[in-house]
């Protein structure tokens, strides 16, 4: 193959005006979850656009000329009009999460358009459950909010897992969910025993094993979202099938880590 | 390190890369451009794109052959010279033939 006489040692062209990139968004709050985890309460200039629970938006920051982004699933419902939550964990020596560490309440930022597949199925009537681990909560929040609004509510299941008490985020709201039931576990016992946790201990899939008995879930009418470390959603996959749910009624979104997030 | 859309997706328009893309990089002017570019300051290497891809025209700069090398520069080009990146697509079609 002959190639036409190639650009490769040509310098790129000089930078064009700006794209357009906008700081369309202010942060409203910041609130400390723990040591590495924040929720940042973020209102978008125009409103929320629509989106459906599960959806995640691009965050970001301008930093030394360009804009640094990463997408973050929300928290909030689809009938929240004017704000978005967002659960962010600390990436040590992150390019974004350094940054926005650093931001102060007022600071502009850029949100982009609500993106992704793993949305629930508002027409959906079977059971819900919903494992996820650290941040990986923040869509299940959004849909859990989403499900209590309906008239028909099906039943509801939550487990998630965290190294640690202090990062079982939201765990107030979905306790306190009217029909649902939470299943909080932190995976390190040093963690529990030193915070004096008394709920269950271990990583999430063998606490949803312990837990699958008294759940009163029938496979076959069980739809169920998985949301966190890749390793949790290939065990809890496998365990759930073994159970007996179909493979298509488990969906699965990993978290998975961007360099230098 | 971003991802580089290459040969295969020259005059195919499918698009599916640009709607799962989670920070927007991906853009054309559709009634211009033969292909779809990725801009390499703002990918953030999810490899979503590469992924959704059906022509399998989305690689990884590193994993690009050397006969698509080009459009790693074509691509970040695109973004400061839009002129300039389609006549280079224009010279590699035409050099590929």
Same mark, same amino acid.
């Given at each position: 193959m002959t190639l036409a006489r190639l650009p490769v040692e040509r310098p790129l062209p000089r930078p064009g005006p700006s794209r357009g990139v906008t700081m369309n968004a202010t942060v409203l709050a910041i609130d400390e979850v723990s040591s590495s985890i924040r929720r940042f309460r973020v209102r978008p200039d125009d409103g929320v656009p629509p989106f459906v629970s599960g959806q995640y938006f691009a965050l970001g920051?301008?930093? /030394?000329?360009? &804009?640094?982004?990463?997408?973050y699933s929300t928290a909030s419902a689809p009938d929240q009009r004017d704000t978005l939550d967002f659960l962010v #964990? #600390?990436?040590?020596?992150?390019? &974004?999460?350094? #940054?926005?560490?650093?931001?102060?309440?007022?600071t502009r930022v850029h949100l982009g358009r609500p993106k992704g597949l793993f949305s629930l199925d508002p027409a959906d009537r079977r059971a819900h459950l919903f494992v996820a681990t650290g941040t990986g909560i923040a869509p299940f929040v959004s849909m859990v909010a989403t499900l209590a609004t309906r008239t028909d509510r099906p039943g509801i299941v939550v487990v998630h897992g965290a190294a640690r008490p202090a990062e079982l985020a939201y765990a107030e709201t979905l306790r306190g969910v009217p029909g649902a039931r939470y299943v909080p576990a932190v995976s390190r016992r040093e963690e529990a025993d030193r915070s004096g946790w008394t709920g269950p201990v271990g990583r999430v899939g063998s606490v949803l094993r312990a837990s699958w008995p008294d759940l009163a879930l029938d496979p076959l009418g069980t739809v169920a979202y998985l949301c966190g470390n890749p390793g949790m959603i290939?065990?809890?996959?496998?365990?759930? /099938?073994?159970?007996?749910?179909?493979?298509?009624?488990?969906?699965s979104e990993e978290y998975w880590s961007v360099p230098s997030s | 390190m971003a991802y580089v859309i290459a040969a295969p !997706?020259?005059?195919?328009?499918?698009?599916? !890369?640009?709607?799962? !893309? $989670?920070?927007? !990089?991906?853009?054309?002017? $559709?009634?211009?451009?033969?292909?779809?570019?990725i801009d390499p300051d703002v990918c953030i290497d999810c490899g979503a794109c590469a992924n959704a891809c059906p022509n399998q025209a989305i690689l990884r700069t590193d994993q690009l052959p050397s006969e698509w090398a080009d459009y790693a520069w074509v691509d970040a080009a695109w973004y400061r010279d839009a002129a300039a990146a389609r006549s280079v697509v224009n010279r590699l079609v035409a050099g590929a033939a």
């Amino acid at each position: 193959m002959t190639l036409a006489r190639l650009p490769v040692e040509r310098p790129l062209p000089r930078p064009g005006p700006s794209r357009g990139v906008t700081m369309n968004a202010t942060v409203l709050a910041i609130d400390e979850v723990s040591s590495s985890i924040r929720r940042f309460r973020v209102r978008p200039d125009d409103g929320v656009p629509p989106f459906v629970s599960g959806q995640y938006f691009a965050l970001g920051v301008r930093a /030394e000329g360009r &804009l640094l982004q990463r997408p973050y699933s929300t928290a909030s419902a689809p009938d929240q009009r004017d704000t978005l939550d967002f659960l962010v #964990r #600390r990436v040590p020596g992150g390019a &974004l999460t350094t #940054r926005l560490w650093a931001l102060a309440v007022g600071t502009r930022v850029h949100l982009g358009r609500p993106k992704g597949l793993f949305s629930l199925d508002p027409a959906d009537r079977r059971a819900h459950l919903f494992v996820a681990t650290g941040t990986g909560i923040a869509p299940f929040v959004s849909m859990v909010a989403t499900l209590a609004t309906r008239t028909d509510r099906p039943g509801i299941v939550v487990v998630h897992g965290a190294a640690r008490p202090a990062e079982l985020a939201y765990a107030e709201t979905l306790r306190g969910v009217p029909g649902a039931r939470y299943v909080p576990a932190v995976s390190r016992r040093e963690e529990a025993d030193r915070s004096g946790w008394t709920g269950p201990v271990g990583r999430v899939g063998s606490v949803l094993r312990a837990s699958w008995p008294d759940l009163a879930l029938d496979p076959l009418g069980t739809v169920a979202y998985l949301c966190g470390n890749p390793g949790m959603i290939a065990g809890v996959r496998g365990l759930l /099938e073994d159970i007996g749910l179909p493979v298509a009624a488990i969906r699965s979104e990993e978290y998975w880590s961007v360099p230098s997030s | 390190m971003a991802y580089v859309i290459a040969a295969p !997706c020259v005059d195919q328009n499918d698009q599916s !890369c640009v709607a799962v !893309c $989670p920070v927007d !990089c991906i853009t054309a002017d $559709p009634d211009v451009d033969r292909k779809f570019y990725i801009d390499p300051d703002v990918c953030i290497d999810c490899g979503a794109c590469a992924n959704a891809c059906p022509n399998q025209a989305i690689l990884r700069t590193d994993q690009l052959p050397s006969e698509w090398a080009d459009y790693a520069w074509v691509d970040a080009a695109w973004y400061r010279d839009a002129a300039a990146a389609r006549s280079v697509v224009n010279r590699l079609v035409a050099g590929a033939a």
